[in-house]
């Protein structure tokens, strides 16, 4: 897809490199240095981590169950979109959903519609929108050249990070100007005609350190074919031919991401904007292909911070504000063809609808840490967030009958004063939090802490965890874990109102989980490590949609039902030698929905992955990865047969030169055109095909760094 809005942005871009690459040569810090810490600055490390406490510390250490993903890694695989990167994180599957093709994160088996029991982080603030209580459906892709690093914690992070922190934690880590150091240019074409151009900046102004990123993309797409949709089944029930299936997928989009951050002694801002545009509407909203609709989101993110570290000789504090402003915007979606015909009615130019969210949210948290006690490291916290959906749009050519059946008008009316999907809503969070990391003897460390949130909807909820981290010798590290977590209802869960097939229910419970773990950390030698994680988790009061008491009037949501589940994950990496490394991981895990006491479906029970990176030539690197993912169960009542596993063959060549030189990649993915699909919601009568994953791609990337 083409715009016109993203050819002048096109345009800017190719009008900005001459100026930046200038003020790069007038203000970045010259000195000689080694490749080896030139590679260091760039591409960090990937044996500290900062998510679990809030402070970096050893990754073999960290009282969590954590993996590091760096800019060196992300280069090797020829990752272009930041989905690629998290499928190689072992207990993490990336699953779809049919609107939009949005992917949901699934961690440990934790499978629901909107996947919101994954919390993302950006530089530590969430991004989380509140009309899902996920990323939002309009996310699209993230840039993966302005990723310096991702931290992820598999298993719950309530106590430290307040709600969605229930299955796991990724926080994306931006380049800031001592990783983006000089000025980089670089463009991408691939499959689909996708195309890809960015720009970043890290130096000095006076006394202010700065980094700056600008990427502009667009592609077509991915158009694999649905052999049948929601509309198939309508034509058999009401004699018509309305379907567009089989049909291709719809994936395009536009994107724009420009990232600033500027560093001033102790304080430190960032104001990041994110533009999707004429995004696809995936297999469609409705699960029927609509070839036509898509959407828009508009996101602003700023960050403004204060900390010293050593205010004292034992104290550090720190405050900061974060804001969030999202914008969904949608000019209309067809959710069923035309000719699409119910008991009500005929829809001769489709059923369209198109229900719009504007929110901003606001974040203010401070903290303090104290080392006055020997052995002791306490932090304490407080924050208050301000999360305001204060807009609401819809128009449809449709009302409802009591029992949800669609009943067609004449033509498009604005229903959002009168009968809206849902109301502007806001809601206010105050929490305080306390940890303390306690070095118990030389080998042993105990991390507890917890944290209480009140809000203003639901009232309260506590969240403790502890780990007990032991340095059996010099090359075994072990830990034991346990944590408890909650999901706060997202705002359609709540306040959903027009739908009767999904009513919202303001006197909903958070779900909440309880984990166990233990975890194993084996130096084999010394350019070799293996970890070793079993864990066991029993989620509580999951919100679902539930039929209402009076038969055919819809349902609404409600706490209900129990899940458990249990699993084990291995990971190990192992310097062959300087030319050579190995990296992998796998997964098993066993979910159980107790209201039925089947499996809980959707989630691999298997999940292998595997890449090799090969230097050769001097500068030249061959990376190929292996993703097997397999055992996945059907939820209970969906009769369909267990969907077919599948595995994908990528394969990178890629150089490393140093600054000013161009370095160059080329990458196929999905190498042996792999029929690769992605489980569809049960029961499976919508799509009873599923959703298939794009085919055999190719891409290719040059960039230079001055």
Known sequence: MKSSRASRIWLAVALALP???????????????????????????????????????????APAVASVVTAADIAAMGATDLDHVLETVAGLHIARSPNSYTPLYIMRGVFSQYAPQVLVLQNGVP?????????????????VEHISRIEIIRGPGSALY?????????????????????????????????????????????????????????????????????????????????????????????????????????????????????????????????????????RINTSLAWADPQLTRDWGVGVSINTQSYIQHLPGYVLLPAGARFPTGVFPNGMIGAPETSERNTRLTAYADYSGFEGHHVRLGIGHDDLDMYRTHEIRNFSYAPNGTPIPLPGLVDF???????RPHQRRIDYIYAQDEWRVATDWSLTAGVRHDRYSDFGGTTNPRVALVWDASFDLTAKLLYGRAFRAPAFIEAYGESNPVSRGNPSLKPETDRTVEAAFAWQAQADAQVNLTLYRYAMGNIIRLVPNAVAGTGSTFANTGSQVGHGMELEGNWSVNRDLRLVGNYAWQRSV??????????????????????????????????????????????????????????????????????????????????????????????????????????????????
């Not at 959002?416 to 849902?422: A, G, H, R």
Request: no cysteine; hydrophobic share 35%; proline share 4%.
């Open 19 to 61: 100026a930046l690459a200038a003020q790069s040569q007038a203000h970045a810090q010259a000195g000689p240095s080694s490749e080896e810490d030139e590679l260091t600055m760039v591409y960090g490390d990937a044996d500290s981590v900062s998510i679990a406490t809030g402070n970096l510390q050893s990754l073999r250490r």
């Open 127 to 143: 991004v989380t929108t509140l009309y899902t209580g996920n990323k939002g459906n309009l996310w699209g892709t993230f840039p």
């Open 162 to 298: 307040g709600s969605d922190a229930f299955a796991g934690v990724i926080n994306i880590i931006t380049k800031g100007p001592a990783e983006a150091a000089g000025t980089e240019i670089g463009a991408r074409v691939g499959s689909y005609q996708s195309r890809d151009a960015w720009v970043q900046h890290g130096g000095k102004l006076g006394p202010v350190e700065i980094a700056a990123f600008l990427r502009v993309g667009s592609t077509d797409g991915q158009h694999s074919t649905l052999r049948a949709d929601a509309q198939t089944r309508n034509d058999t029930l009401f004699g018509t031919h309305a379907s567009l299936a089989p049909g291709g997928v719809n994936t395009g989009g536009d994107a724009v991401d420009l990232n600033l951050e500027a560093t001033y002694g102790k304080w430190r801002a960032r104001l990041g904007y994110k533009l999707r545009d004429d995004l696809g509407s995936g297999a469609g909203i409705a699960s029927a292909l609509d070839p036509v609709g898509t959407g828009r989101s508009d």
């Open 416 to 422: 959002s004063q009168t009968d809206p999907f849902l």
């Open 593 to 706: 929905d107790k209201t039925t006491d089947t499996d809980a479906g959707y989630a691999p029970h298997h999940h292998l992955f595997a890449r090799a990176d090969w230097q050769f030539g001097g500068s030249y690197t061959l990376s190929p990865q292996l993703n097997w993912v397999a055992d996945r169960k059907r939820a209970a009542g969906d009769l369909r047969a267990p969907i077919a596993d599948y595995h994908t063959l990528d394969l990178t060549v890629s150089t490393r030169r140093g600054k000013n030189q161009w370095n160059f990649s080329a990458a196929v993915r999905n190498l042996f055109d792999a029929d690769a699909r992605e489980p569809s919601l049960a029961p499976g009568l919508a799509l009873p095909f599923d959703l298939p994953l794009a085919g055999r791609s190719f891409s290719i990337q040059a960039s230079y760094k001055l």
